[in-house]
């Protein structure tokens, strides 16, 4: 890759980002498992991991030596007021500047609401390939129309309802993008022995656009949308950490039947699941959603409870240690990536099963 | 004051909720022709809204949607549920395209169009589940974006005020699911909204219009005049009348290809696309290795212990 300026290559050039999201100063999950994998594909290209970190203030400043630990190099630091909360088009002008100048290969974002609002609008600027919603990243070659194209990223995702999985790639355009959902990739470890290096970005609020190529000048032009009010609860359902995971489908019938699916949840101290159907069915929020649109899940054991068991549903708990699934129809799908199958009436079996634990256990 | 303009983009898409064995080929690959085509469900979600704020503030709906010359069922439904004037972009030259050379092409239509107040699309296809084009278009139009939106909690069209006040321009208030909670945000108009199926219930289908358009087909119109939409034109045929007693005219498909939209060829189709496609994988189930369990209390229990014993329950 040339250099912008013809000299020496510049700090990052071809380097693998990280575009971290953080809420009042607390990293998203994603992004730090996001950080494990960039480190993995800058080691197979021989370069280095930076990270762009955006906010307001010490708490932001303060996530920096955490980056680095988890494996950044280098941390963009954008911290400006006017960066406090995650807006659309500042961040995109905070982040398509900072490629324009840096020139990394590869840009990684979570694939959050967050993510998936900003990595589509930095595309567009910068005119290059996305991905979106990746559940796994690999380096390697690429030939079309006779012309080989070596270490590329392979951007491999779930499409067509999850029918299918397609490997995508952006050979021509720099950088390849790609958003990568949560849970996919294993958290590094951190190591407060890895040091790094902090690049204070400078950022200029101005009424007008001024020319000035050694700042991000943010204009009236990037706040014509103002956040009013922002209210996120405490994530009451921890399905990725749970040992145990007890979902219903739409077989489960009704509200009151999932207070059985809940209720032997309860009983085995296993968190509430549930597939989309019994999302969009109203018996239960859709943070308990299990699947290509909801959480991935690995726990030690899943339950599916009247769940047919669509591509999209066992995409996000197929590696669980063990399933087990009941279902009246013996030939539904979930059966083939269970370990145990009951075919029979739930009704009936979960009553057995509770019973069974609370007289075993 | 002029007369809000809303545009509304949707997407025929091939139904992956009923992916049955047939629509698989023995390579591994969709046999896209064995899928039946459907509205993309959140793109009605994004219609519904559109109708909604005409109801109330008055307004021009305006659907477009790109694809092959079959895309027009999706225009034809968009009119029976209410819209006013509809476009289909088909062109072998947009064929193959990804989110960023499908924005582009949707972007050339709405600025053809001469802009709009509010531009709404679903917040994503059930065919790619990109969540893409939404911000891409919005992008190459120069609006800002509100994505992924359960509600619009305001609209003051513009105009009221005096040029170079911000209030003249309008806005826009609408609240956005985010992980574990929402956000609320304040836009000025022009703005661009993905909606989601949260937003609303999309109307049926007006028996009436279903009957006036079922056989509707798309004209290459490729100067954008839209006075056959007008009640006082010569060119204006008057299929019903509307709610208010005003007559309401009949629309047409009009249908753009790349030269009526003016467009860069090397922007469009797969010529305009970054990525590519590199490999395709069918997902194939291993055979069942299932332990098939009776449904009775001998097998549930024994089943129980087994667990216990393996401390995969505690």
């Given amino acids: 890759m040339a250099s912008q300026t013809g000299g020496a290559p510049e700090r990052g050039a071809g380097d693998v980002w990280v575009v971290v999201e953080q809420h009042d100063g607390v990293a998203a999950e994603v992004s730090l498992e996001l950080l494990g994998r960039a480190r993995e594909l800058a080691g197979t290209l021989g370069v280095s991991v930076g990270a762009v970190l955006a906010g307001a203030g010490a708490p932001v400043r303060a996530l920096a030596p955490a980056l680095v630990a988890r494996g950044a190099d280098t941390v963009y630091l954008a911290d400006h007021e006017a960066l406090t909360h995650y807006l659309a088009l500042p961040y995109t002008a905070v982040v398509s500047h900072l490629v324009r100048e840096h020139r990394p290969q590869i840009v990684l974002y979570g694939a959050t609401t967050t993510g998936r609002d900003l990595a589509p609008r930095v595309a567009s600027t910068l005119r290059t390939g996305l991905t979106a919603d990746c559940t796994d990243l690999r380096i390697g070659d690429f030939t079309a129309k006779g012309q080989e194209y070596a270490d590329l990223l392979y951007q491999i995702r779930p499409a067509f309802g999850g029918n299918i999985i397609a490997t995508i790639v952006s050979p021509e355009h720099k950088p390849q993008m790609a958003t990568v959902r949560e849970g996919v990739m294993v958290m590094p470890e951190a190591d407060e022995s890895r040091t790094g290096t902090v690049v204070d970005v400078p950022v200029q609020r101005s009424s007008a656009a001024v020319a000035d190529a050694g700042r991000i000048v943010l204009t009236d032009a990037d706040f014509v949308v103002t956040l009013v009010r922002r209210v996120q609860k405490e994530k009451k359902v921890d399905l990725k950490g749970a040992r145990v995971v007890v979902s219903g489908g739409v077989g489960v019938g009704s509200r009151e039947g999932f207070a059985l699916v809940e209720e032997l949840a309860r009983t085995l101290g296993g968190v509430v699941g549930a597939s989309r159907a019994a999302v969009d069915a109203g018996w239960v929020s859709h943070e308990h959603q299990v699947g290509q649109t909801g959480t991935t899940v690995r726990p030690k054991l899943y339950i599916a409870c009247g769940i047919s068991g669509s591509v999209q549903h066992r995409a996000g708990m197929d590696q669980s240690a063990r399933i087990l699934a009941i279902n009246n129809d013996p030939l539904a799908p979930i059966f083939a990536v269970a370990h145990y199958g009951i075919a029979g009436d739930l009704h009936k079996v979960i009553p057995l099963l509770i019973k069974a634990y609370r007289t075993k256990a | ?314």
């Fill in chain 2, 1 to 314: 004051m002029p007369q809000l303009r809303i545009v509304v983009l949707v997407k025929q898409v091939p139904d992956t909720a009923n992916v049955t064995g047939e629509a698989m080929k023995e390579d591994g690959t969709v046999n896209r022709a064995a899928l039946p085509t459907v509205f993309n469900p959140e793109d009605l979600n994004a219609l519904e809204e559109a109708i909604k704020l005409r109801e109330r503030h008055g307004a021009r709906v305006t659907v477009i949607t790109m694809g092959p010359p079959a895309a027009a069922q999706v225009l034809r439904e968009s009119l029976y549920r209410g819209a006013d004037e509809v476009v289909l972009l088909t062109d072998k030259a947009f064929a193959g395209a990804d989110t960023l050379a499908t924005s582009y092409a949707l972007a050339l239509a709405v600025r053809k169009l001469g802009g709009a107040d509010l531009v709404l699309c679903g917040r994503q296809a059930i065919d790619g589940d990109t969540a893409q084009v939404g911000p891409q278009t919005a992008e190459k139009l120069g609006y800002p974006q509100i994505t992924c939106v359960s509600r619009i909690d305001a609209l003051a069209p513009g105009g009221e005020a005096g040029p170079g006040d911000a209030r003249a321009r309008g806005s826009v208030t609408a609240t956005r699911s985010i992980e574990g909670g929402f956000e609320t945000l304040t836009s000025t108009l022009p703005c661009l909204l993905t909606v989601t199926g949260e937003a609303n219930d999309p109307r049926p289908p007006s028996v009436k219009l279903v009957m006036t358009y079922k056989d509707i087909a798309a004209e290459a119109m490729p100067q954008y005049d839209d006075t056959y939409l007008d009640p006082e034109s010569d060119e204006a045929e008057v299929c019903m009348i509307g709610r208010d007693g005003k007559p309401v005219c009949r629309a047409r498909i009009v249908q753009w290809d790349h030269e009526a939209l003016a467009a860069d060829r090397e922007s469009l189709g797969l010529r305009g696309s970054p990525t590519r496609v590199k490999e395709i994988e069918s997902v194939v189930l291993a055979q069942s290795e299932a332990r098939m369990v009776e449904p009775d209390e001998d097998g549930v229990n024994t089943l129980v212990h087994e667990l216990i014993e393996e401390h995969i329950l505690g």
